[in-house]
Nanobody, 115 residues
């Protein structure tokens, strides 16, 4: 599986962005999907996680109520809708798809929240 993220950019505090993760391959629906982020100089952290059926199963405390993870298995896509963005949300955001012991990462997309 190859993953390509898109949708990042520069946004003002309080703004919104929707990240997309496009997956190659016909078995995308078998993979659980997660979004991670890595602020500059910090460790990568889990932001949200969605199961194969499309049910969100985890949000990090600091994004709960502001971010929404979703997926469209028919289109081999996953999404992260981010609202009420804050400067602390600035990071490179990564999509991960995993099944069993196998996991695949995208190259990341930069999100910068600044006035």
């Amino acid at each position: 599986v190859q993953l390509v993220e898109s949708g990042g950019g520069l946004v003002q505090p309080g703004g919104s962005l929707k990240l997309s993760c496009a997956a190659s391959g016909s078995t995308f629906s078998s993979y659980v999907v997660s979004w991670y982020r890595q602020p500059q100089g910090q460790a990568r952290e889990l932001v949200a996680h969605i199961d194969t059926a499309g049910t969100p199963v985890y949000y990090a405390a600091h994004v709960k109520g502001r971010f929404t993870i979703s997926r469209d298995n028919a289109k081999n896509m996953a999404f992260l809708q981010m609202n009420s963005l804050e400067p602390d949300d600035t990071a490179v955001y990564y999509c991960k798809a995993a099944v069993g012991w196998d996991e695949y990462w995208g190259q990341g997309t930069q999100v910068t929240v600044s006035s």
